[in-house]
T-cell receptor, first 112, second 114 residues
Framework: SQKIEQNSEALNIQEGKTATLTCNYT??????LQWYRQDPGRGPVFLLL?????KEKRKERLKVTFDTTLKQSLFHITASQPADSATYLC???????????FGRGTSLIVHP | DVKVTQSSRYLVKRTGEKVFLECVQD?????MFWYRQDPGLGLRLIYF???????EKGDIPEGYSVSREKKERFSLILESASTNQTSMYLC?????????????FGPGTRLTVL
């Protein structure tokens, strides 16, 4: 069966360090992968999309990599700040339906 | 700059009541989605719509129905609310399905069924 796995344990890091979050998947042929930020009690906010034929995407302090051989995406926040503390969700869409399926998210806590 | 709005942020209903959750987008998008989000389970797709009057079941449609009479409005209906439908409900609308460069979610409706 199809699975999207994100680390359920919170990631705690110090301000200024690079945060790296992982999204692994099985039994998908993804057309694209998305990353979202979600704050408590709020709807997710779209951050980045990376397509199957792209290896890396950047946006300001954010970087996403996509390895379809390893079936993994890494999401990096450089020079992290306490304001980056949130839950980060990954979502995959296959070429058949293009409807994204979400992982359960990983909580990031950046300590001052 | 409002793009996706939901009718209520918080809602409390009683078991057996018929509940309407409304979502409106101002971007003229064809696609609209309804998800529910529960701790430990993540976002799960209930229903989606490709166009006016068109609807497709998602992963967990049981106990729900939807209505899309106008392009900008997508309603989720709980025919007879039950306590296991207590959840956060999120509406979303992407501009395209095949590789959208962005995706918009509403603020969510936290529904409690007593």
């Amino acid at each position: 069966s199809q699975k999207i796995e994100q680390n359920s344990e919170a990631l705690n890091i110090q301000e200024g360090k690079t945060a790296t979050l992982t999204c692994n998947y099985t039994n998908y042929s993804p057309a694209y992968l998305q990353w979202y930020r979600q704050d408590p009690g709020r709807g997710p906010v779209f951050l980045l999309l990376i397509r199957e034929n792209e290896k890396e995407k950047r946006k300001e302090r954010l970087k996403v990599t996509f390895d379809t051989t390893l079936k993994q995406s890494l999401f990096h926040i450089t020079a992290s700040q306490p304001a980056d503390s949130a839950t980060y969700l990954c979502a995959l869409a296959s070429g058949g339906s293009y409807i994204p399926t979400f992982g359960r998210g990983t909580s990031l806590i950046v300590h001052p | 700059d409002v793009k996706v709005t939901q009718s209520s942020r918080y809602l409390v209903k009683r078991t057996g009541e018929k509940v309407f959750l409304e979502c409106v987008q101002d971007m003229d998008h064809e696609n609209m989605f309804w998800y529910r989000q529960d701790p430990g389970l993540g976002l799960r797709l209930i229903y989606f719509s490709y166009d006016v009057k068109m609807k497709e079941k998602g992963d967990i449609p049981e106990g729900y129905s939807v209505s899309r009479e106008k392009k900008e409005r997508f309603s989720l209906i709980l025919e007879s609310a039950s306590t296991n439908q207590t959840s956060m409900y999120l509406c979303a609308s992407p501009p395209l399905l095949a590789g959208p460069d962005t995706q918009y979610f509403g603020p969510g409706t936290r529904l409690t069924v007593l």
